[in-house]
C-alpha cells in the first residue's frame, strides 16, 4: 500500500574535508622564503606570523582566557548575590509574597 504523504530523500552534499597539514605548510614558508625577494616587510611579517603560532600553539592563551573567565563569573555571582541579599533585608514585606 503507496502511502498519501511523499517521504523526502536525503539530502546529499558534495563536501570535501580539508586538513591542514602544519609541517607542510611551515615546508611552504621556508621554500616561499628563497623563491622571492627578501624584503624587509615579508620579514617582517613571517617572523609575526611565527611567533604568534608558538603564542598560541602553548595553550598559554587558552588557559589565561579560561582563568579570566572563571573570575569574571565568580564576581558576577557575588555581585548578584549581594544585591539579592540587600533587596531583601532591606524590603521585608517582599518575601511575604
Given at each position: 500500500?503507496?502511502?498519501?504523504?511523499?517521504?523526502?530523500?536525503?539530502?546529499?552534499f558534495?563536501?570535501?574535508?580539508?586538513?591542514?597539514?602544519?609541517?607542510?605548510?611551515?615546508?611552504?614558508?621556508?621554500?616561499?622564503?628563497?623563491?622571492?625577494?627578501?624584503?624587509?616587510e615579508?620579514?617582517?611579517?613571517?617572523?609575526?606570523?611565527?611567533?604568534?603560532?608558538?603564542?598560541?600553539?602553548?595553550?598559554?592563551?587558552?588557559?589565561k582566557?579560561?582563568?579570566k573567565?572563571?573570575a569574571?563569573v565568580?564576581?558576577?555571582?557575588?555581585?548578584?548575590?549581594?544585591?539579592?541579599?540587600l533587596?531583601?533585608?532591606g524590603?521585608?514585606?517582599?518575601?511575604?509574597i
Open positions: 500500500m503507496q502511502s498519501f504523504f511523499k517521504t523526502p530523500k536525503n539530502n546529499s558534495q563536501y570535501i574535508p580539508r586538513f591542514y597539514d602544519e609541517r607542510k605548510e611551515e615546508l611552504e614558508d621556508f621554500r616561499n622564503q628563497y623563491d622571492e625577494e627578501q624584503d624587509p615579508r620579514i617582517k611579517e613571517r617572523v609575526i606570523r611565527k611567533m604568534r603560532s608558538r603564542y598560541y600553539s602553548r595553550g598559554k592563551y587558552a588557559k582566557a579560561n582563568r573567565s572563571g569574571m565568580f564576581l558576577i555571582a557575588l555581585i548578584l548575590l549581594a544585591l539579592a541579599v533587596v531583601l533585608v524590603y521585608p514585606e517582599l518575601t511575604n
